[in-house]
Structure formats: C-alpha cells, structure tokens
C-alpha cells in the first residue's frame, strides 16, 4: 500500500530531447507528489510537486502530469541539457498523520550532449 | 549556513561500534526526518519528529537504532552494534511544518567494514 513504482530505471537523452519518467502509487491517502533531483555525493533537491486536485503543472522546462483515476503521475523535462543528467525519485505523502514521504526507486537520467 | 547540514558526511566504522550521526537543520524548521538511502535506491524513512518529540518512529529498523532532538534543533541518529548491513548514506531533511516543503542535508556515508 505504501509503494511508489517508479520507471524506468535509467534513460538516455539526446540533448534538446524530452525525458518522460513515470511513477505509480497504490496508496489514495497519498495527497502531495513531489520529485527531487539528486547529484552523486548530494541529497536530494525538491525539483517540483503537484497535489491530487490538479492534472498537470510546469515550471520551465519541467511538468508534472498526474492521473488521479488511474494513480499514476510522470515527469517531462522538455529541452534536456546535459546538465539535466541526474537521478530523479518521484515521491509521495500521506495527508494523515504520517507525515514521512515514500520515494519511489529513481531514474537515472543521461543527457547526451 | 543556510541548509541542512550532516556531519560527518563520511564515517567508516567497524562492525559491532557504536557511530553517531549529527544533523542540524535549517534554523526555525519544526519538522526535522531522518531517511537511510542504499546504493541504487530511493531514500527510506527512519524516523520524524516534530519538535523535540519523535512523532513516528516506525521506520527504524530495529532496536540498535535511536534518534534523538532535545531542544527541538539539532538531532542526533545512534546505531549501536553496527552491522555491515547498517553501510548507507543517511539522510537528514527538515521543514517548516508537517505539510512543508522538505530540505535534505547532503547525507553521511556509513561505512561498516
């Protein structure tokens, strides 16, 4: 009930091309789906979050698509650069009194320049 | 500084020590989380607290592990007995409140050899 199945496990990107990484959760207590944007040797930096009452959300080049019907949210980061290329972990929170965030299992994202 | 911070961010330890990992989070931030990352994986949840009181606590894995937060600040993970299974990056994250944004520490690599 807790997981958060995140696919795929890595991707390569030709730069200036869309990454398109997808997350599922089974839990529908869950109400804030976040994703963060981790660098080796670094912890993970909140990237951009969404809330079950709205279907998608962009900041810049980065856009959360969620499906509350079907439980499933993606991450599209249109224009990839080289820069991009990180480990990205879709998560998610209980609205109850869990306040912890579940991670799903993270992508790899190559960005070839 | 104004993030939150880990130390030490490397510690290796031999099997069956105890080791202590110190986190310190962004001044005024209530909520303060501890998660354990693996290679590979997305980060765990351990323990939350809110304030100086651990508000939940069943991500620990068992009874060698214990968080504490005395003046609602500074907190400190303890693993007793450590066991070569215990070896991960250990991720502190605060936040203003139960329903806030989460700032992750850079982590503390624990080695157990």
């Known amino acids: 009930q807790q997981q958060v199945k995140q696919s795929p496990q890595s991707l390569i990107v030709q730069k200036g091309g869309i990454s398109i990484i997808n997350c599922a959760y089974e839990?529908?207590?869950?109400?804030?789906f976040p994703w963060y944007q981790q660098f080796p040797g670094k912890g993970p930096a909140l990237l951009i979050a969404i809330r079950p009452d709205v279907s998608e959300k962009k900041e810049g080049r980065f856009t959360i698509s969620f499906n509350k019907s079907a439980k499933q949210f993606s991450l599209h980061i249109m224009d990839s650069q080289p820069g991009d290329s990180a480990t990205y972990f879709c998560a998610a929170r209980s609205s109850g009194s869990a306040r912890q965030l579940t991670f799903g299992s993270g992508t790899q994202l190559t960005v070839l320049p | 500084g104004a993030g939150v911070s880990q130390t030490p961010s490397n510690k290796v330890t031999e099997k069956g020590k105890y080791v202590e990992l110190r986190c310190d989070p962004i001044?005024?931030?209530?909520?303060l989380y501890w998660y354990r990352q693996s290679l590979g994986q997305g980060p765990e949840f351990l323990i939350y607290f809110q304030g100086t009181g651990a508000a939940d606590d069943s991500g620990l894995p068992n009874d060698r592990f214990f968080a504490v937060r005395p003046e609602g600040s500074v907190s400190t993970l303890k693993i007793q007995r450590t066991e070569r299974g215990d070896s991960a990056v250990y991720l502190c994250?605060?936040?203003?409140?139960?329903?806030?944004?989460?700032?992750f520490g850079q982590g503390t690599r624990l080695t157990v050899v």
């Open positions: 839990n529908t207590a869950f109400d804030y």
């Open positions: 994250a605060s936040s203003p409140g139960t329903g806030g944004e989460a700032f």
């Open positions: 001044s005024g931030h209530t909520a």
